[in-house]
C-alpha cells in the first residue's frame, strides 16, 4: 500500500511486462536455460542426496527422505508467499500478468505441499510408527493445502475465468492475513494438548555432507516451480491467443 | 472536523439503515434462523449416537462438538447473506449507493449475526447440559462463543461474497470458508477446556477478542471487494 506513490518510472517497469507478446517473447528466451539449469540443479542434488551424502545415525536410509520432504515444504510456502503477492498486485495495479500468474502458481504450490505432507508422511509411518500425527507443523501444513485447494476451486468456478481470477486474489489476501494466525492457534494448541510423539532433533546442527544435497535440491525446486509457472503462464496466454483467433476466423474476419 | 463528523454520522444511519432492513427481512421469515437453530441443535445430538453414551467422555468432547455443530449451522446459513440480495438485484442497489460499500457489508454481517450466530450461543448451554459440561465451564463457553460466533459471520461472509454467482457455489463455499474458521475453533475450544482444567482463561478469550477485532476491520472491507465483483 505505500508503493501507490512510487516514481513514475518504477511504474513504466511494472507495467512493461503486461504486454502478452513482450512477456512471451522473454519466457521463451528464458525457459530453455532455466529447464536445463533445473536439469543440472535436480540431478546433481539427487546424487548427492541418495549416493553421497551419508545415511544418518539414528534414522539410517530414511533421512533420504528428508531431501525431497524439506525442499517441497519451503517451495510450499514461498508458492503461497508468490501467489499472495502476485495477488496484491493484481489487485492494487490491476497487472494483467499478475492474475495470470497467481493462477499458475496456485496448483503447483498445491502440488510442493501435498508432496511435503506425503513423504512427510512416509518418513513419519518408519520414524513416528504413526502415518499421520496431529502436530503443529503437520496440521498447518494440512490447512495451507486446504487453502490452495479453495484458491483453485474458487478460481475455477466462474463462467468467466477473470472474475474468477479476482475473486481467488481477494481470497488468497484473506488466506495470507490468516496463515500466521493458523500458524500461531495450531503451535498453542498443540502445546497445550502435548503428545507423546513431538518431532525432535536432537543436534540442530546438519552435517555439511549432508547439507550441501539439501541447499542445491532447494534450489533445483525453486528453479523447477519458475520453470512450471513460466510454461503454465505461457500456455495460459496462448489458449487465450487460440480462442481470440478462433473468434476471429468464425466471425470471418 | 464538523465534516468529519458528519461523514461518520452518515455511514452511522446508512450502518443502522441496513441493519434495520435485513433484520426485518429475517424477522418476515422467521423460519430461516429458526432452522439454523434447529440445525445445530439436532447435528449436536448425533454425537453420542456416534460415540455412544458414556457421560465421562461426552462432557470432554462438549466444548469441541457445541464449537464444530455452531461452525457448521452459521457455515449452512451464509449462503442467505448476499444471495437473495443478489438474485433480485437489491445488492446491485446497495452497491451503488453513495456510501461506502463496506460499511453496508458490515451492517449485512451484523445482521446475520444477530439472526444466526446469536441464536446458537442462546441454544449452546442446552447443548452443553446435554453433553453434562461441567458447571465451571458455562461462562467461559458463553464468553468465547460470545467472542467467536461473529467472527464466524464476518470471515463467512468474506467467502459468501467471492462465490456470489459461482457454479457449484454451495459445494465451493466450505471449502473456502472452513480453513478460514480453524484459528476461531482451536481458541474457542481452548477456553473451554483451559477453564476446566483450572488453567487461566484470559489468553484464550484475548485472542478471541483479537481475531474478531482484525475480522472486524478487514472482513467487510474484503466482502466488499467481493461483492463489487459480483454485481460489476
Known sequence: ??????????????????????????????LPWLSALTAVLLAAGLVGALAVAPPDYQQGMSVKIMYVHVPSAWLALFAYTAVA???????????????????????????????????GSLWGKPMWGAWWVWDARLTSMLVLFFLYLGHMALAGAFEDPARGRKAAAV?????????????????????????????????????????????????????????????????DLLAVRARNLRAMRLRGD | MKEGGAVSAGMA??????????????????????????????????????????AELLA????????VTALLA???SLDRLFERDHLDGSLELLARAPAPLGVIVAAKMAAHWLTTGLPVVVAAPIIAGMYALPPS???????????????????????????LGARRGGVLMPLVVLPLYIPVLIFGVTAVDASLAGLPVRPHLMLLGAMLLGAAALAPWAAAAGVRQAVA
Not at chain 1, 493484481?90 to 502440488?111: E, K
Not at chain 2, 441493519?19 to 434462523?33: E, K, V
Request: charged residues 10%; positive net charge; glycine residues 8%.
Open chain 1, 171 to 235: 481470497l488468497a489476501l484473506v488466506g495470507f492475513v490468516n496463515v500466521p494466525v493458523i500458524k500461531f492457534s495450531v503451535d498453542w494448541w498443540n502445546t497445550l494438548h502435548q503428545t507423546a510423539s513431538v518431532m525432535r532433533f536432537d543436534d540442530p546442527a546438519i552435517h555439511a555432507s549432508m547439507l550441501w544435497p539439501l541447499l542445491v535440491m532447494g534450489i533445483g525446486f525453486t528453479a523447477f516451480f519458475i520453470t512450471l509457472v513460466l510454461v503454465r503462464m505461457k500456455a
Open chain 2, 60 to 67: 470432554r468432547i462438549a466444548p469441541g462438538v457445541v464449537w
Open chain 2, 137 to 163: 465451564g458455562y461462562p467461559v463457553l458463553m464468553m468465547a462463543m460470545l467472542l467467536g460466533t461473529p467472527c464466524l459471520s464476518l470471515i463467512g461472509g468474506v467467502g459468501a461474497a467471492l462465490t
Open chain 2, 13 to 54: 444511519a446508512t450502518f443502522a439503515h441496513v441493519l434495520g432492513r435485513d433484520l426485518r427481512l429475517a424477522l418476515r421469515q422467521r423460519g430461516d434462523a429458526a432452522l439454523s437453530v434447529l440445525f445445530f441443535v439436532l447435528a449436536a445430538s448425533l454425537f453420542p449416537f456416534g460415540v455412544g453414551a458414556n
Open chain 1, 1 to 30: 500500500m505505500t508503493d501507490t506513490a512510487a516514481p513514475a518510472q518504477r511504474r513504466w517497469n511494472l507495467h512493461r511486462w503486461a504486454n502478452p507478446g513482450r512477456f512471451l517473447r522473454l519466457a521463451d528466451a528464458v
Open chain 2, 74 to 76: 452459521v457455515l449452512l
Open chain 1, 85 to 119: 503477492a502476485a495477488s496484491l498486485v493484481a489487485l492494487v495495479w490491476r497487472h494483467p500478468l499478475a492474475d495470470i500468474a497467481a493462477h499458475a502458481a496456485s496448483p503447483v504450490g498445491a502440488a510442493f505441499t501435498f508432496l511435503a505432507l506425503a513423504t
